[in-house]
Every structure is written in C-alpha cells, then in structure tokens.
C-alpha cells in the first residue's frame, strides 16, 4: 500500500451534496483500512486504524497555543514530564501515517518548536522516515510501540515490523526527536514475560549510548470492550483468541463511562510488578513513566 499527499483542500460554504462510499455488510465505511466516510472517526474504530486528516488544524494549533500561555511555565515536574507541559496528538489515529498524505502534522511540529512551554507527543506503529527532516529540536516525542515479534505479527495488522521500529529509534534520536518505547498492548500469555525478556534484549543491543540516555517507557496492560470484540471476530477472529480472554478478564467502567475488560486485578497487579522488574534487569537505564 502507498500514500499520496493531498493536494489542496476547498473549503465549500454553500449547501453541497457529500457522498459516503461503504463497505456492505457491517457498513463500517472502512477499505483496506482507510476511512472512507465524512463524518468524525470514532475512537473504537476496529478493522485497522484508518487515516484521519482534519482540515481546521489552524484553529486546532490557535487554541493549544492559548491554553499554553494560560498554563504559564510549569513549576513541579510530573509523571509526563519534568519541565514542560505534554500535549497529546492523533488520539483516535497514527500521526506517523497521517503525515505520509498531509502537511497537518509538520505544522504541529513547527508549532511545538515556538511554544516555550510545551512540547507534544504521539505513540506510533509506524516507521515514517520523512519525519527526518522535520527539525522537531527536541519539543517531539515519539513513542514507538513494541511487543514481541510473534504476537506483533497475529496483532498489529498492517505496521510496521517491529524490528524496524526498534532499529528507527537511534535515527529519530539523531534527528533531534524525543524517542521513548510504549510496551502496549501487553497481552497475557503462557511465558509471556520470557518472550519481553527477549525483547528487552533485542532493544538494549540496538540503541545508542545517546538513545538510551534519554529512553523511558509505558507499561500498558491491554484493556478490550465488548464492542470491538465482536467487529473484530468478523475480520481478525485468530486474534481475538487472544485478545479476548473472559478466564482472566474481568468488567471495568472507565472514568468516561465506558464499559471495558482488562486482566482480573488479582492477576494483573504482581504481573505488572514481575515486569517491570524484568525490564530494570535488561535496561536499568530505562525508567518507567507509567504502568497499569
């Protein structure tokens, strides 16, 4: 699959006819992983991430520039960070892709860069090597997202492989990035944790000294829902085998309202302990920013 840059976008002020191509069946309005239709994307998008542009990324960076000032320097660090206020972009899509067709996430990037306050942040499945020449002057920071090579291949569908992710990060180091690791989602299984300890190894043997001074990680326990479930089982029903798992899982209703399934807390919460301590052992220099 290849992306093409948009070319220019009109703006139409007068009543128009919009047309949605759809997928029969589920009507999901999704090809190939594309979003197709001309409504907002929804968080919970199943059959792959589609590609999300948005054409008021003017008023978009206007507003995060204003909250920022009203922020004012921050004065104590946090779990985000210790000197600068962290502004999360792409929620419901991968800004690494999204900037292979659109401008929109260099403009955010050149705007992080003259706001001395704050710098912005995305987690990605994707190697973009055009992000290269961005001149991001440290105000970026890239998460790549790693699982082990196995379940990355049953799971993550249409990214890339984990290897060239792992061997991206010195590169994005250089070009003046911020490059951290997002261990998620980590997903319960016979010997899981032997096959992150391969991993860890993996990554500790492709850094760089300078890549390493400046690693921290995310240690995200997978969380599922019901309704994803189901579309999944229609598309990808080998990976919900392992996604889904009702032994070891158990409700939780999250602080918006919805209703979700993670690892049983009984379970869940020496495993997260018994991870991280495998992560110290094989990358003591890698702190851990968050785990859950």
């Given at each position: 699959m290849t992306f093409q840059k948009i070319k220019s976008i009109k703006r139409v002020q007068e009543p128009t006819t919009v047309y949605?191509?759809?997928?029969?069946?589920?009507?999901?309005?999704?090809?190939?992983?594309?979003?197709?239709?001309?409504?907002?994307?929804?968080?919970?998008?199943?059959?792959?991430?589609?590609?999300?542009?948005?054409?008021?990324?003017?008023?978009?960076?206007?507003?995060?520039?204003?909250?920022?000032?009203?922020?004012?320097?921050?004065?104590?660090?946090?779990?985000?960070?210790?000197?600068?206020?962290?502004?999360?972009?792409?929620?419901?899509?991968?800004?690494?892709?999204?900037?292979?067709?659109?401008?929109?996430?260099?403009?955010?990037?050149?705007?992080?860069?003259?706001?001395?306050?704050?710098?912005?942040?995305?987690?990605?499945?994707?190697?973009?090597?055009?992000?290269?020449d961005y001149d991001p002057q440290d105000k970026t920071r890239i998460r790549f997202?790693?699982?082990?090579?196995?379940?990355?291949?049953?799971?993550?569908?249409?990214?890339?492989?984990?290897?060239?992710?792992?061997?991206?990060?010195?590169?994005?180091?250089?070009?003046?990035?911020?490059?951290?690791?997002?261990?998620?989602?980590?997903?319960?299984?016979?010997?899981?944790?032997?096959?992150?300890d391969e991993l860890f190894a993996e990554v500790d043997d492709s850094l760089s000294e300078k890549a390493k001074a400046q690693l921290e990680a995310e240690v995200i326990f997978l969380t599922h829902n019901a309704n994803l479930h189901e579309v999944n089982r229609q598309w990808h029903p080998k990976a919900e085998e392992v996604l889904w798992t009702p032994h070891n899982q158990e409700t939780k209703v999250s602080g918006g309202g919805g209703v979700n399934v993670r690892y049983k807390v009984r379970l869940k919460q020496p495993l997260v302990a018994q991870f991280q301590e495998r992560l110290h052992a094989k990358m003591p220099y890698c702190p851990v920013r968050y785990a859950f």
């Amino acid at each position: 699959m290849t992306f093409q840059k948009i070319k220019s976008i009109k703006r139409v002020q007068e009543p128009t006819t919009v047309y949605n191509f759809h997928v029969p069946g589920p009507e999901s309005y999704l090809a190939n992983g594309i979003v197709t239709h001309n409504c907002y994307v929804p968080r919970q998008k199943g059959f792959a991430n589609p590609i999300s542009t948005f054409v008021n990324v003017e008023q978009v960076a206007a507003f995060i520039g204003r909250h920022a000032s009203k922020q004012g320097m921050k004065l104590m660090p946090t779990a985000p960070d210790d000197d600068l206020w962290v502004y999360e972009l792409g929620c419901n899509s991968d800004m690494s892709i999204d900037a292979a067709i659109s401008d929109n996430v260099r403009d955010m990037v050149d705007l992080f860069k003259t706001i001395p306050n704050a710098k912005c942040t995305w987690a990605t499945k994707w190697v973009n090597r055009d992000l290269l020449d961005y001149d991001p002057q440290d105000k970026t920071r890239i998460r790549f997202s790693l699982m082990p090579h196995a379940m990355s291949k049953l799971v993550d569908v249409r990214t890339s492989p984990i290897s060239e992710r792992i061997a991206a990060i010195n590169d994005f180091v250089e070009a003046g990035y911020e490059v951290n690791v997002n261990f998620s989602p980590i997903i319960v299984k016979d010997n899981f944790l032997d096959d992150y300890d391969e991993l860890f190894a993996e990554v500790d043997d492709s850094l760089s000294e300078k890549a390493k001074a400046q690693l921290e990680a995310e240690v995200i326990f997978l969380t599922h829902n019901a309704n994803l479930h189901e579309v999944n089982r229609q598309w990808h029903p080998k990976a919900e085998e392992v996604l889904w798992t009702p032994h070891n899982q158990e409700t939780k209703v999250s602080g918006g309202g919805g209703v979700n399934v993670r690892y049983k807390v009984r379970l869940k919460q020496p495993l997260v302990a018994q991870f991280q301590e495998r992560l110290h052992a094989k990358m003591p220099y890698c702190p851990v920013r968050y785990a859950f």
